[in-house]
């Protein structure tokens, strides 16, 4: 089984903090996700990327960068936090295959900035 | 600008009953939908998807149709269960700089009622 793991399930941080989040995944996939989810919204991409040191920006980057230094690992990083950046951020993993691909979601992160 | 929509922020359903879930996209260019489910303080579990060269995809209680020249595509849940109360989100996948990428909608929330 893929298994998708994030580093904090609950985050409080003040407006001005830097804010790391961890995401791990076990399988070997090349592609990592990070999104967040907010009501009414869906999910929106933050950042994607599709190999290791390799980073796209998704359709909200602004405000975040990320880090891929290892094959399973991704993270997210909010450089000074805002109170506009509270929101569930969720990650996910991904093999590239044409006819059957899915991306594994991990448990997510529930940020909050006061 | 919103490339996949879910209409239907909400329904409920009795028991046993069928659960038509709606999705409408704009691109022409997706070649791969999917369907997932979000339980609160989850992420989401991928459930079902389909190609774009295909108009039915089937899994047990859960069936995707696609209408390309609509550009609808439907899950179909017979028979409803309460344990399917949930959000549910359609995602298309897309090709951006040689890289797999997904557009989620908004979600809709199912509620089966025992």
């Known amino acids: 089984d893929v298994k998708v793991t994030q580093s904090s399930r609950y985050l409080v941080k003040r407006t001005g903090e830097k804010v790391f989040l961890e995401c791990v995944q076990d399988m070997d996939h090349e592609n990592m996700f990070w999104y967040r989810q907010d009501p009414g919204l869906g999910l929106r991409l933050i950042y994607f990327s599709y190999d290791v040191k390799m980073k796209e920006k998704g359709d909200i980057p602004e405000g975040y960068s990320v880090s891929r230094e290892k094959k399973e690992r991704f993270s997210l990083i909010l450089e000074s936090a805002s109170t506009n950046q509270t929101s569930m951020y969720l990650c996910?993993?991904?093999?590239?295959?044409?006819?059957?691909?899915?991306?594994?979601f991990g448990p997510g992160t529930r940020l909050l900035v006061l | 600008d919103q490339q996949v929509k879910q209409n239907s922020p909400s329904l409920s359903v009795q028991e046993g009953r069928i659960s038509i879930l709606n999705c409408d996209y704009t691109n022409s260019m997706f070649d791969y939908f999917l369907w997932y489910k979000k339980y609160p303080a989850e992420g989401p579990t991928f459930l079902i998807s389909?190609?774009?060269?295909?108009d039915k995809n089937e899994d047990g209680r859960f069936t995707v149709f696609l209408n390309k020249s609509a550009k609808h595509l439907s899950l179909h849940i017979v028979p409803s269960q309460p344990g399917d109360s949930a959000v549910y989100f359609c995602?298309?996948?897309?090709?951006?700089?040689?890289?797999?990428?997904?557009?989620f909608g908004t979600g809709t929330r199912l509620k089966v009622l025992a």
């Open positions: 389909i190609s774009s060269i295909k």
């Open positions: 995602a298309a996948r897309t090709v951006i700089s040689g890289t797999y990428k997904y557009i």
């Open positions: 996910a993993s991904s093999l590239t295959r044409r006819d059957k691909e899915t991306q594994y």
